[in-house]
């Protein structure tokens, strides 16, 4: 999906004990820097698949929310368990 398809997807909340990350390796760089969303979205991606939350991008927003002790996320969730192709 293009950044503008995923504009279009309104976001919600999400738990963050309900996201299943995609990532091996968090960047410190990127965690740490006050910019670290200017470029990008401000809400993390979250593809919903066979009923599960996979974190697709934003795992350094998800990390932050969980050092502030935040128990949900505002993401932006592709549900392909209704999505039509």
């Known amino acids: 999906m293009t950044q503008r398809d995923w504009a279009k997807i309104p976001p919600r909340q999400v738990r963050l004990d309900q996201l299943i990350t995609t990532k091996a ?3 410190l760089h990127s965690l ?3 910019d670290s ?6 809400f ?3 593809v ?4 599960e939350l996979y974190l697709e991008d934003g795992l350094h927003r ?4 969980a050092l502030h002790q ?11 368990d209704v999505a039509e192709f």
Do not use: E, I
């Open 48 to 51: 919903q698949w066979r009923g």
């Open 32 to 34: 740490l820097a006050r």
């Open 62 to 65: 998800a990390l932050r929310a």
């Open 25 to 27: 390796v968090l960047d």
């Open 70 to 80: 935040r128990l949900v996320l505002h993401a932006r969730v592709l549900d392909l």
């Open 44 to 46: 993390p991606h979250v």
């Open 37 to 42: 969303t200017f470029y990008g979205d401000l």
